[in-house]
């Protein structure tokens, strides 16, 4: 039975998301999408040339293939956030949209109260809400209160390839969700994602840890193998953890000399 994720009544087949900055070549990014099966991907709206949609990234990746996540990269409040989503829109983007809202030049934390009112004025116009977050359980019941189609806790800094820094806090809101959680940002490499889906994630977005390997394509690969690996240790259930050791072979019976 095929395992899908469903995200505002789409069933995307693959629960590996892919972002598309920081490759060498939009070549490369094109290769290494199609290595790594996913089946969305999010662009920068600010690297979009929205008079010609046809044109620079865009032309490189099947919107056929792939469901195309825009995202409000360079916004620094709720206005500019909304602001960037309705162009979108109005150029043929569709009203799918990774909200960001990041004030922060050094850390690029996300700004939840911003990121809040963006989020609720933008589901009342119809779009389908994705936030980028910090990893906050009382901000991710807010926001799919609002109703945002899902939420995307940042598991490290933007770009730090860290890993799952946020784990304990992650934990809790995949506990508590209401909507599908995309742990994102800060996953450096295969294992950080398998690790995510290992907790009960429905999906991860990987892109810098993609882009600047010194193969992309083959980690694109591999990252494709870890999610799915993860997600069935998730559905499979794993055993209990012990303080001491117990033996995996009964000892009753054991002829001792």
Not at 38 to 48: C, F, Q
């Amino acid at each position: 039975m095929t395992d899908f994720i469903k995200i505002a009544g789409v069933e995307l087949p693959s629960r590996l998301f892919l972002g598309t900055g920081k490759f060498a070549s939009p070549e490369i990014m094109r290769d290494a999408l199609e290595a790594s099966e996913s089946s969305m991907v999010t662009v920068a709206l600010r690297r979009v040339d929205l008079a010609r949609p046809d044109r620079d990234i865009l032309g490189f990746i099947n919107r056929n293939r792939f469901r195309l996540l825009p995202n409000t990269s360079g916004a620094r409040n709720a206005k500019e956030a909304v602001f960037l989503a309705k162009m979108a829109r109005e150029s043929g983007l569709g009203d799918w949209l990774k909200l960001e809202v990041i004030p922060d030049p050094q850390y690029l934390w996300p700004d939840p109260v911003e990121t809040l009112a963006a989020a609720e004025t933008l589901v009342k116009d119809g779009f389908v809400v994705l936030p980028y977050m910090p990893p906050d359980p009382v901000l991710a019941k807010k926001l799919s209160d609002a109703g945002c189609a899902a939420v995307m806790p940042l598991a490290a800094p933007i770009g730090s390839n860290r890993g799952l820094k946020m784990g304990e806090a992650i934990r809790i809101i995949i506990e508590q969700a209401t909507v599908p959680v995309v742990v994102d940002a800060g996953l450096g490499v295969p294992s950080h994602a398998c690790e995510a889906m290992e907790m009960g994630a429905d999906a991860v977005l990987v892109n810098t840890a993609i882009a600047t390997a010194n193969n992309p394509v083959r980690m694109a690969a591999a990252f494709r193998d870890a999610v799915k690996a993860g997600r069935e240790a998730c559905l499979a259930g794993r055993g209990a953890e012990r303080e001491g050791a117990e033996a995996s072979s009964p000892l009753e019976g054991v002829v001792r000399g």
